[in-house]
């Protein structure tokens, strides 16, 4: 089975410290991706990276980086956190290509800032 | 820019009966897949069931099916014989057909099934 980890499930910061959510999945895929969830509004796509060294920003990248310099591995970057980053971070994988890929989710993972 | 709708934010069904959750969709592609996602209090996204933009058959999975309405760009999700492991939130997703997989998601309807 495909296993997408988030190792951070629960994690409570202070304003202005510098996190990072660690992502690594174990299948060999091009293509990894950060969500932010929240509630009433779905999830949105912070960051994407299609290859390693490669990104793309999403629909909200404000207040983030990612780093990606091993395949398996995708990591979220809040530089100085903030309250409004208090939220559930969702982490994704998948194969690259034209076909039926599926998307891969990890657990999730709860982000206090206070 | 693409968009995904869900105006009903939360629903209720008894168990053994049907429900059905709404979602409309926005889109100049012509090349696009449509998804359901569940997502129980575990928080693990589970992929219910996937429609091609190109097949006019409607897609089934065992219990869950769908209404894909292609003009009216209307993907709606049919759960028959609910189960009280059915509920959770259930997420209707976009992606386009290109190569980078990226899906764009709608806000959501929170399933309640009463015994």
């Known amino acids: 089975d495909v296993k997408v980890t988030q190792s951070s499930r629960y994690l409570v910061k202070r304003t202005g410290e510098k996190v990072f959510l660690e992502c690594v999945q174990d299948?060999?895929?091009?293509?990894m991706f950060w969500y932010r969830q929240d509630p009433g509004l779905g999830l949105r796509l912070i960051y994407f990276?299609?290859?390693?060294?490669?990104?793309e920003k999403g629909d909200i990248p404000e207040g983030y980086s990612v780093s990606r310099e091993k395949k398996e591995r995708f990591s979220l970057i809040l530089e100085s956190a903030s309250t409004n980053q208090t939220s559930m971070y969702l982490c994704?994988?998948?194969?690259?290509?034209?076909?039926?890929?599926?998307?891969?989710f990890g657990e999730g993972s709860w982000l206090t800032v206070v | 820019a693409q968009t995904v709708t869900q105006s009903q934010p939360e629903m209720s069904v008894q168990e053994a009966e049907t429900v059905t959750l709404s979602c409309t969709y926005d889109?100049?592609?012509?090349?696009?897949?449509l998804f359901w996602y569940k997502q129980p209090p575990s928080r693990q996204m589970i992929l219910v069931i996937r429609?091609?933009?190109?097949?006019?058959q409607n897609a089934t999975e065992n219990r869950f099916s769908v209404n894909f309405q292609k003009a009216a760009k209307s993907f709606s999700l049919k759960i028959s014989d609910s189960q009280l492991g059915d509920a959770a939130m259930y997420f209707c997703?976009?992606?386009?057909?290109?190569?980078?997989?990226?899906?764009?998601f709608g806000t959501g309807t929170l399933l309640a099934v009463q015994p």
């Open positions: 990276s299609y290859d390693v060294k490669m990104k």
């Open positions: 997703a976009y992606r386009s057909g290109g190569a980078t997989n990226k899906l764009i």
């Open positions: 889109t100049s592609e012509s090349d696009y897949y």
């Open positions: 994704a994988s998948s194969l690259s290509g034209y076909t039926r890929n599926t998307i891969y």
């Open positions: 429609q091609e933009a190109y097949k006019q």
């Open positions: 299948m060999d895929h091009e293509n």
